[in-house]
């Protein structure tokens, strides 16, 4: 039975804002030191933490969104503002270095990074609330289509937990050069999904056709 292609769309847009390749150095560098037992229980704790995250701003966003007076079609025009945002970010090279200093601020090496910087800002950041919003409360969802898109997103952070269980073979195999491509890749792709959440925001608001 083939996968419908929303779904296709959904995993394709929260892998490329969430940037499981981007995210395998800096698990690396932030567990530096550590045992392959403590870095794999900081792996799961991160990607749970992330979950729950996400899962909450799925569930609960629009209702959240509706109590502070905000539409959907105005929500959706800004979150793909800020998504496309972030994809100039990752064309331009800034966002790698953001994450590094965000990566920078975790107070020590022994310290534990699953909740901060992993779990958020590095995995469950804005743009990735923002995106679980728009995929949720697209129009005509039901609660098979919101069921289906948390789904989707677990599947993202199993992809994330794999390549943290593999980050240092990763790195070692891209090096610097590989992760820089697939970024700059990732980022084309999330400008183009970006400028089509603006466009369903202005259907939404009927200035689109």
Same mark, same amino acid.
């Given at each position: 039975m083939p996968i419908p292609a929303e779904y296709i769309t959904a995993f394709v847009t929260l892998f490329v804002v969430i940037d499981p390749i981007g995210l395998a150095p800096l698990f690396v560098a932030l567990t530096a030191g550590m045992d392959g037992r403590r870095r794999r229980a900081i792996? %799961?704790?991160a990607c749970a933490t992330a979950a729950v995250l996400l899962t909450l701003f799925g569930l609960f966003g629009e209702t959240l969104l509706e109590f502070v007076g905000?539409? @959907?079609? &105005?929500f959706r025009i800004a979150g793909g503002l800020l998504l496309f %945002?972030? &994809? %100039?970010? @990752? %064309?331009f090279e800034r966002r790698g270095k953001r994450r590094e200093g965000q990566a920078q601020g975790a107070e020590e090496p022994d310290d534990d990074p699953s909740v901060f910087p992993l779990a958020t800002p590095l995995i469950a950041g804005p743009g990735a609330m923002a995106t679980m919003i728009l995929l949720a409360g697209a129009p005509g969802a039901d609660?098979?289509?919101v069921l289906a898109m948390h789904g989707v997103m677990l599947a993202v #952070?199993? /992809? /994330? #937990? &794999?390549l943290f269980f593999a980050g240092g073979l990763l790195e070692r195999a891209l090096g610097p050069t590989g992760i820089n491509v697939v970024t700059r890749l990732l980022g084309m792709l999330l400008a183009a999904l970006s400028v089509q959440f603006v466009l369903d925001g202005l259907r939404g608001f009927g200035l689109a056709g």
């Open positions: 792996a %799961l704790r905000i539409s @959907m079609p &105005a %945002l972030t &994809a %100039l970010e @990752m %064309l609660w098979q289509t #952070l199993l /992809v /994330v #937990l &794999a």
